[in-house]
T-cell receptor, first 115, second 113 residues
Framework: DAGVIQSPRHEVTEMGQEVTLRCKPISGHNSLFWYRQTMMRGLELLIYFNNNVPIDDSGMPEDRFSAKMPNASFSTLKIQPSEPRDSAVYFC?????????????FGQGTRLTVV | GENVEQHPSTLSVQEGDSAVIKCTYSDSASNYFPWYKQELGKRPQLIIDIRSNVGEKKDQRIAVTLNKTAKHFSLHITETQPEDSAVYFCAAYFFTGFQKLVFGTGTRLLVSP
């Protein structure tokens, strides 16, 4: 398995534009997490899905952010409109079903720069 | 709410010294605590974890301890080497019907030769 795959790796966009980040979890994993990483706040959990259903989106900063998981092999995080303060590295992680002690695997991340 | 606090935010040691990173969590029901290491420009990767039915776990130069009563857990690295330099994150699973993985804010460890 290639692991968790995120695209694009880097994204530079202008303020006000729509940005879509993509994630393909590891096959067979049924939990998917989106995190935002900044120097000041570390790894913030934005939203997580279980069996494609959004469970907790309390970490989504505002209505400009939305996430979907239309099937078990694909998820998107969308920012519309984007703002400079959204600049960060966005990670997706997935986890297999099973007990509470299964490892979460991270993708390579998407470095977003909003100018 | 679900919260994990981590200290210190930065830690500088000399090669060969020990390093200790401490975390506290808010939910007494949490029972699984992983630690991740993130090298510069790379993804976080699991290095060790501990479950609530044990108080300590070791893997070569790395050890984790857990005090469930105080809701504290710690990472100990002995005989540090320059390649240990990275950002370390503690984490805890919170059970809100499903298992929510929340991270601490990270510790930047610098090991000087």
């Amino acid at each position: 398995d290639a692991g968790v795959i995120q695209s694009p790796r880097h994204e530079v966009t202008e303020m006000g534009q729509e940005v879509t980040l993509r994630c393909k979890p590891i096959s067979g994993h049924n939990s998917l997490f989106w995190y935002r990483q900044t120097m000041m706040r570390g790894l913030e959990l934005l939203i997580y899905f279980n069996n494609n259903v959004p469970i907790d989106d309390s970490g989504m900063p505002e209505d400009r952010f939305s996430a979907k998981m239309p099937n078990a092999s694909f998820s998107t995080l969308k920012i519309q409109p984007s703002e400079p303060r959204d600049s960060a590295v966005y990670f997706c992680a997935s986890r297999s079903p099973g007990g509470p002690d299964t490892e979460a695997f991270f993708g390579q991340g998407t470095r977003l720069t909003v100018v | 709410g679900e919260n994990v606090e981590q200290h210190p935010s930065t830690l500088s040691v000399q090669e060969g010294d020990s390093a200790v990173i401490k975390c506290t969590y808010s939910d007494s029901a949490s029972n699984y605590f992983p630690w991740y290491k993130q090298e510069l420009g790379k993804r976080p990767q699991l290095i060790i974890d501990i479950r609530s039915n044990v108080g300590e776990k070791k893997d070569q130069r790395i050890a984790v301890t857990l005090n469930k009563t105080a809701k504290h857990f710690s990472l100990h690295i002995t005989e540090t080497q320059p390649e240990d330099s990275a950002v370390y994150f503690c984490a805890a699973y919170f059970f809100t019907g499903f298992q929510k993985l929340v991270f601490g804010t990270g510790t930047r460890l610098l090991v000087s030769p």
